[in-house]
């Protein structure tokens, strides 16, 4: 029999893994707790839009409360909820999984550890996203990066490039270039890096940050460049070998110090295309492409900065290592959500001292 796959959170990415994997024929249930947005996809089915196409797939979507109704296990769980709900959604799941089964955290944040102390190591296998999408209506995801670019990086705790990790990136094929690697861990880490370089600064700045100018698009850039180069020191120190991302080196981020070297970065940072689709495909797109974080303060959601830059800083002070810009941006960013502070520009001034020069 062919495997029975779930996606448990319909956000951009595990809507987008939901709907290619449907579209592709692969036997998929749809779990997810915006009641609307379940309500939607039973109706109407999931729609999915990307740069080149949009289509609409039937598929079994079911609201929290009718997990329990399950009968079949599942021989696959991607797991793709905010950070901060991964210990409740793996418990909620875990029933309904094959004992040779895994869960897949296909998500931001180190949670794969977080997940196998539930299910056990054994069933879990990392999946780390590098897909853009986000979902600003009730059954329909956007995908706004180039489905050419890479997609997925699967890999076992071990290194060892099982049956089970071959099945999940050829499933994965139908979303974009996936890849098994021998290095989860690497792959995990660069993105978290990625993601606190990015996430939480869009945040802070809101939906502004398209129509910075000059000066503050340079300030921009100096911020991304140091945050990123604490979380790699972190990752560098606890033996991590990083893998390259978006034709980053996140080793190079680590060794930045000086002025002209965290300059040098900004400038390959710059010509870095992050999305890889023209102008053209992103106006027919019809929505922007968000971080996560920044659509959680849009939506006036609880963001995940705690499990990102929160993390880091966390771990600096275990490890001994400075992390101001990462607490800075933790600090500001709790201010956000707590309404005592707007998303604004300006608020970039404002991380400007924690710069090292």
């Not at 997940?115 to 296998?125: C, D, F, K, L, N």
């Amino acid at each position: 029999m062919p495997p029975k796959v779930a996606v448990l959170g319909l956000g951009g990415i595990g809507g987008s893994i939901g709907a290619y994997l449907a579209h592709a024929g692969h036997d998929v249930t749809l779990i997810d707790q915006w009641a609307e947005h379940v309500e939607a996809i039973k109706r109407n089915g999931l729609r999915l839009t990307d740069v080149n196409q949009e289509f609409t797939v039937p598929a079994q979507a079911l609201h929290l409360s009718e997990v329990s109704g399950l009968r079949k296990p599942f021989d696959a769980v991607f797991l793709s909820v905010k950070a901060y709900d991964t210990i409740w959604c793996t418990h909620l799941i875990a029933p309904y999984l094959q004992p040779s089964g895994c869960i897949l955290p296909a998500m931001n944040g180190l949670n794969d550890e977080t997940v196998a102390q539930i299910v056990g190591y054994q069933r879990t296998v990392g999946c780390v996203p590098t897909i853009s999408a986000g979902v600003y209506e009730p059954g329909h995801v956007v995908r706004t990066d180039a489905t050419t670019g890479h997609a997925f990086s699967v890999g076992e705790f071990s290194g060892i490039i099982t049956p089970r990790v071959q099945w999940v990136v050829g499933a994965l094929q139908a979303i974009g270039p996936s890849e098994a690697t021998h290095n989860i861990w690497g792959a995990r880490w660069s993105k978290m890096i990625w993601n606190c370089m990015g996430n939480a600064l869009a945040g802070l700045v809101g939906p502004v940050a398209t129509a910075l100018s000059q000066e503050q698009q340079e300030l921009l850039g100096l911020l991304t460049v140091v945050t990123g180069s604490e979380a790699a020191r972190i990752a560098l120190h606890i033996g991590i070998v990083l893998e390259p991302m978006n034709n980053l080196h996140f080793e190079e981020f680590a060794a930045a110090r000086t002025r002209d070297e965290i300059l040098a970065l900004k400038a390959k940072l710059e010509n870095t295309r992050q999305r890889g689709i023209t102008p053209e495909q992103a106006h027919r797109l019809g929505v922007p492409g968000r971080p996560s974080l920044l659509q959680d303060v849009i939506k006036g959601r609880r963001t995940e900065v705690d499990h990102l830059n929160g993390i880091i800083v966390t771990m600096g002070v275990k490890l001994g290592l400075p992390t101001p810009m990462n607490k800075a941006i933790l600090d500001l960013m709790q201010e956000i959500e707590a309404g005592r502070v707007e998303p604004s520009a300006a608020n970039l001034k404002r991380l400007e001292p924690y710069l090292p020069f």
